[in-house]
């Protein structure tokens, strides 16, 4: 999936997804009250996550990322491998975690911190439904600084090499994207209509693989850390 075929449902289907059996139920009471939320499965173990991805269909799964078993890294990547996959969230103690950086790459929405207030726990998961990923830029900047990566090097040619295949127009859109700004922000930046914006960030998606902005971001960081 990526940001021109998100769901458009009214309801949005939850998945829990922790090994800790009081996390889930804290979540479960939270969010049980809201009336435009479903939760509709949870699970302790990644392990069981695809099966009831097919079962339940959600629109949203919120993923804890350090579990015994199959952790939420691993969950992620066979969940984005399924048709229509749902948006993943991670779920962390941390918020510089370098399996949070890791699941962001393989195509996770974002990541919240356990300690989330409800209000913006609510806010994130119709953001993350609405196909907005709910980890900013600045943000991704600030844990790449802190996550020591020993393939950094090469990590930053192959991003590089990924981002010549774009056209010059295309190029100057990701660049947006890592910094921040919104379709409309880049469509004033650039002197290019909301619309143009949008079509190039299909195309950039597209060619590259991936999912969604927070990953167009992170190859731009890549290639061009100061950005």
């Not at 435009?36 to 695809?50: F, M």
């Not at 510089?96 to 919240?112: E, K, N, P, T």
């Not at 950094?152 to 981002?163: I, K, N, S």
């Not at 991936?210 to 890549?222: F, Y």
Request: one cysteine or more; hydrophobic letters at 45%; a negative charge.
């Amino acid at each position: 999936m990526n940001e021109a075929s998100d769901r458009t449902t009214d309801t949005i289907r939850l998945l829990l997804v922790d090994d800790e059996w009081l996390v889930r139920a804290g979540l479960k009471t939270m969010l049980s009250g809201e009336p435009d939320i479903e939760i509709v499965g949870e699970a302790a173990d990644g392990a069981a996550v695809v099966d009831l991805v097919t079962a339940t269909a959600p629109d949203v799964i919120l993923m804890d990322i350090r579990m015994p078993g199959m952790n939420g890294l691993e969950a992620t990547e066979s969940v984005r491998a399924l048709p229509d996959p749902p948006h993943v969230v991670i779920l962390t103690t941390f918020d510089a975690d370098d399996l949070v950086m890791r699941a962001l790459r393989a195509g996770a929405s974002g990541f919240l911190l356990k300690d989330t207030p409800p209000p913006r726990l609510v806010a994130a998961l119709h953001s993350v439904a609405a196909g907005d990923p709910i980890l900013s830029p600045s943000v991704t900047r600030q844990l790449i600084t802190q996550v020591t990566d020993p393939e950094r090097d090469d990590r930053g040619a192959r991003a590089c090499a990924a981002l010549e295949t774009l056209t010059p127009s295309e190029q100057r859109v990701a660049e947006a994207v890592a910094q921040g700004l919104s379709n409309a922000d880049i469509a004033r930046e650039l002197f290019v209509t909301v619309a143009t914006v949008k079509s190039h960030i299909s195309h950039i998606l597209d060619k590259l693989q991936m999912n969604n902005r927070v990953q167009i971001a992170l190859l731009v960081h890549d290639a061009m850390p100061d950005k």
